[in-house]
Nanobody
Framework: QVQLVESGGGLVQAGGSLRLSCAAS????????MAWFRQAPWKEREFVAA????????YYADSVKGRFTISRDNDKNTVYLQMNSLKPEDTAVYYC???????????????WGQGTQVTVSS
């Protein structure tokens, strides 16, 4: 499995921006579909965004479409989540995950990071 470490979380005011990073070790990320998920207090973990191993295709949850952008740099073994126009309801722990299978199959992600907290104040 690939080891994943997220960074870039923090406290931001509504309307602000944050950029999350997910650095991988152990295996090259270019073999994996990658995704971001999030979990708010007292809620189920939910899918946020995913990107194909090549970076050529992406997929977003409706709640973040047009505000968040997922990208990857396989040379740096890193995946990013640019979050703009943040809302209080975006407050959650954000996790990156990797899959050796189809990046669109959100139940098939098998490697997970420890998460990074994002808090959006109103």
């Amino acid at each position: 499995q690939v080891q994943l470490v997220e960074s870039g979380g923090g406290l931001v005011q509504a309307g602000g921006s944050l950029r999350l990073s997910c650095a991988a070790s152990g295996r090259t990320l270019s073999r994996y579909g990658m995704a971001w998920f999030r979990q708010a207090p007292w809620k189920e973990r939910e899918f946020v965004a995913a990107i194909r191993w090549s970076g050529a295709s992406t997929y977003y949850a409706d709640s973040v479409k047009g505000r968040f952008t997922i990208s990857r740099d396989n040379d740096k073994n890193t995946v990013y989540l640019q979050m703009n126009s943040l809302k209080p309801e975006d407050t959650a722990v954000y996790y990156c995950a990797a899959t050796g299978g189809n990046y669109l199959r959100t139940n098939d992600y098998e490697s997970w990071g420890q998460g990074t907290q994002v808090t959006v104040s109103s």
